[in-house]
C-alpha cells in the first residue's frame, strides 16, 4: 500500500505550508465542459522535460460544494505526440501521502522523479499523464501535526510486554492525533478516499470532460476503486495495480497483509539460497538463523551509529534499531527486487548486505525509526486517511495480547508486523470520524456493466497489497467488470518492473486490449 513509505518520507523535504487558497467561487461539478478550464504553468525541475503544474479548487466537504475551498495541486507529463494522443490519463503513485509534483528529488514516486518511467513508456506518447497530489498531501492543503509528538509515538514500540507499555503506546498515539486536529483543524476530518474520488472527478470534468483513463498503484487502487463505484459511467478504462481491498475489515486486512509479508520473505529465503549475490547465501538454514536475530534484536537493541551523523541519508534516526524496527524497513525493502528500480530501494542483493550489517555488523543505522521532523510530513496523511477510511477497534490489553499471539502463528518469520498492524494502534482513538468505512461492492457493480472491465493486477508475492485481495475485489466486480492479471513473481506493483505485465498494461491502457480472464504473466 504505502509504496516505500519510509523511504518516502524520511527524505521529504519540508518546504513550509501552503496559504490555502480559500475562494468564494465554488466548483460545480455539473454541465458538459468541453475545453479544459485548467490553466497549466511550466514547473520542471530540469529546462530539458516537459512538467506542467495547476493549483485548482475544490470544496473542503463535498456535501456542502458551496462552502470552504481548498487548493489542490495537480501535475502534468503532456503527450509526447500530440497527433497520436488517445487523451488524459490519471494516476495515483500510492501511499496514502505519496505525492506527484511536490516530489522530493529521491525515493518519491511523483511524476517529476519517476517521470523517467512515463518519459520512457509507450504511455507518454498517447496520453498527457495527471497526478494530483491528493488532498491533505504535499502541495494539496497538507496536513499538519506536531512532528516531536509524532517522533514520541512512532519511537514507542508496537509490540509492547506489559499493559503499561501498551497504554503507553495507545496514550502516545492519541496525543499525536490530538495534535493534528490542533494544526490541522476542519481540514483533517475531510482526506477520506470517498472525497479523493470526487476530487478526481471534478478534475477530468474540469480538463474538459473526455472519459476517464486510470492507472493506480497501491493506495491509488483504491481511489480508482471508489471512483468506479461513485463514477461507471465515466471511464474508459482503469487499470488498479498492487490492489488494496476496501471491502474488508481491519482485522482481516492485517492478517492478509501479515501472509502476504511472510510469503514474500519466504521468496527472498529461497533467493539466498539459490543466488550467491546474497550475503547469507552460504549460511546453513538462514531463516532459522534469520528469527534468531529479530528475537535477539528485540531483546538487546542494535546500535545505529549513523543516525548521529547528519551527513547520513536518514538522519535524524533513533540510537538503536529492535528486530520490530528492521521487520517494518524490511517490508519497504521487498517492493522491488532489481536494484536500477529508480524508486529509492536497494534491490535483494543490497538488502542482504544492510541486513547482514545489522546481523553481524552491530550496525542498523538504516532500519533505526527516523525523527519526524517536517511540519508536513507525508506520514501524516498515510494515518489520516486510513484512520477516516476503516473502523478501527479500541482493544483492551488482554485483546491486543491475543492479536500478538495470532500473529505469530499466522507469519512466525515477519510476526504480525507491517502496515496495518502499525495502522490499528494510531487509529485507535484518531480524533476525525470514520466516514468512509469498507464495504462490499458487489451490490452496486451487481447489475451494472462497465464498457470495458477493470483490470485488476497484482504479484503473487507482494509483501504490502496481498494477493487474495485482488482475488476477492475481481469477485466482488464480478467478471463482466474486472479482469485479474496475475504476475509470477515478487515485489509491491508491476507496471515498474518493465516485464511481460507492464506492457499489458499499456496495450490494455492504449487499445482498450483486456486480458483474457485469469491471466499469468512470468515478468
Ligand atoms: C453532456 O454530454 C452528454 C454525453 O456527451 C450528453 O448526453 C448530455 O446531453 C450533455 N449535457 C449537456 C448539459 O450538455
Ligand atoms: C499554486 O499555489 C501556490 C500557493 O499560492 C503557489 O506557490 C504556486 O506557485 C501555485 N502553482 C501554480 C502552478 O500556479
Ligand atoms: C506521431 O504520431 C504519428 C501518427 O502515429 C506518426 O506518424 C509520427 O511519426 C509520430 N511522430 C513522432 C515524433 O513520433
Ligand atoms: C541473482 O540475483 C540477481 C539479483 O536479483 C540477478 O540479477 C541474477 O540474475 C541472479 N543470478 C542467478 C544465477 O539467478
Ligand atoms: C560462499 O562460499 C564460497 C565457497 O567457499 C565462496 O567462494 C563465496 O564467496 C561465499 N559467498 C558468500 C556470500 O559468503
Ligand atoms: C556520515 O555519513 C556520510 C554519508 O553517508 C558518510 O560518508 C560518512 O562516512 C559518515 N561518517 C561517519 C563518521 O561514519
Ligand atoms: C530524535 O528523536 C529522539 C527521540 O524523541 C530525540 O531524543 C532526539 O533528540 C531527536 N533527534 C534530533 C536530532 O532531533
Ligand atoms: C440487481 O438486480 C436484481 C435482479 O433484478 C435485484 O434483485 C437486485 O435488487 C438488484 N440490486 C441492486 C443493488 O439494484
Ligand atoms: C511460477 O514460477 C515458478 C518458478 O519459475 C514455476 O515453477 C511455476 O510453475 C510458475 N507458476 C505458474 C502458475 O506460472
Not at 518492473?497 to 480472464?517: C, E, R, W
Request: glycine share 6%.
Amino acid at each position: 500500500m504505502a509504496r516505500s513509505l519510509n523511504i518516502l518520507q524520511f527524505l521529504f523535504l519540508a518546504t513550509g505550508s501552503l496559504t490555502h487558497s480559500v475562494t468564494v467561487a465554488p466548483n460545480p461539478v455539473t454541465g458538459n465542459t468541453t475545453t479544459s478550464t485548467i490553466s497549466w504553468t511550466d514547473c520542471s525541475p530540469d529546462p530539458s522535460i516537459a512538467l506542467k503544474c495547476a493549483n485548482f479548487s475544490i470544496p473542503l466537504d463535498w456535501s456542502k460544494p458551496w462552502g470552504p475551498q481548498i487548493n489542490l495541486g495537480i501535475g502534468m507529463i503532456p503527450a509526447a505526440n500530440a497527433s497520436q494522443r488517445i487523451g488524459y490519463l490519471m494516476t495515483n503513485p500510492g501511499g496514502p501521502g505519496g505525492a506527484d509534483i511536490q516530489a522530493n528529488g529521491k525515493g518519491d514516486l511523483g511524476l517529476t522523479v519517476t517521470g523517467q518511467y512515463w518519459r520512457s513508456s509507450q504511455l507518454h506518447q498517447y496520453f498527457d499523464i495527471v497526478g494530483p497530489d491528493p488532498r491533505g498531501v504535499a502541495s494539496s492543503s497538507p496536513l499538519e501535526c506536531d512532528p516531536d509528538l509524532w517522533t514520541t509515538a512512532s519511537q514507542t514500540s508496537l509490540f509492547p510486554e506489559d499493559e503499561e507499555s501498551y497504554n503507553e503506546l495507545v496514550n502516545a498515539w492519541k496525543a499525536a492525533g490530538e495534535s493534528c486536529a490542533e494544526k490541522s483543524g476542519e481540514r483533517l476530518n475531510h482526506v477520506d478516499t470517498l472525497s479523493v474520488a470526487r476530487d478526481f472527478e471534478a478534475i477530468r470534468i474540469a480538463l474538459g470532460d473526455e472519459p476517464m483513463t486510470f492507472l493506480g498503484f497501491s493506495y491509488g487502487t483504491q481511489v480508482g476503486l471508489q471512483y468506479a463505484e461513485l463514477f461507471p459511467n465515466d471511464i474508459r478504462a482503469m487499470v488498479l495495480d498492487a490492489v488494496l481491498d476496501h471491502t474488508q475489515e481491519e482485522v482481516y486486512m492485517l492478517e492478509t497483509e501479515s501472509g502476504g509479508y511472510e510469503d514474500t520473505l519466504d521468496q527472498f529465503f529461497l533467493w539466498c539460497a539459490r543466488n550467491s549475490s546474497c550475503a547469507f547465501h552460504n549460511t546453513t538454514d538462514f531463516p532459522t538463523k534469520f528469527d534468531n536475530y529479530i528475537t535477539a534484536a528485540n531483546q538487546n537493541p542494535i546500535p545505529a551509529p549513523q543516525c548521529s551523523n547528519a551527513s547520513f541519508d536518514f538522519y535524524p534516526c533513533a540510537s538503536t534499531a529492535s528486530g520490530y524496527d528492521i521487520l517494518t524497513f524490511l517490508q519497504e525493502l521487498l517492493i522491488v527486487n532489481r536494484p536500477d528500480n529508480g524508486l529509492g530501494v536497494p534491490g535483494l542483493a543490497d538488502m542482504s548486505l544492510l541486513l547482514q550489517l545489522a546481523f553481524e555488523g552491530n550496525d542498523a543505522s538504516f532500519f533505526a525509526t527516523a525523527n519526524t521532523t517536517s511540519p508536513i510530513s507525508s506520514d501524516y496523511p498515510y494515518t489520516a486517511v486510513i484512520c477516516q477510511d476503516w473502523h478501527h477497534q479500541s482493544l483492551s490489553w488482554p485483546e491486543f495480547q491475543t492479536e500478538m499471539i495470532f500473529a505469530n502463528i499466522i507469519s512466525p518469520h515477519t510476526r504480525g508486523q507491517g502496515e496495518f498492524w502499525r495502522l490499528q494502534v494510531r487509529c485507535m482513538n484518531w480524533p476525525a470520524p470514520v466516514v468512509n468505512p469498507a464495504h462490499s461492492i458487489a451490490p452496486t457493480f451487481q447489475n451494472l456493466t462497465l464498457k470495458t472491465p477493470v483490470l485488476l493486477v497484482n504479484a503473487f508475492y507482494d509483501p504490502e497489497t496481498a494477493y487474495p485481495f485482488s482475488v476477492n475485489l475481481q469477485r466482488q466486480f464480478g467478471e463482466r467488470n474486472a479482469v485479474l492479471l496475475s504476475r509470477n513473481g515478487s515485489g509491491h506493483t508491476s507496471w515498474y518492473s518493465m516485464g511481460d505485465t507492464h506492457f499489458a498494461i499499456n496495450n490494455y491502457l492504449i487499445d482498450l486490449k483486456v486480458p483474457q480472464p485469469a491471466t499469468i504473466l512470468q515478468s
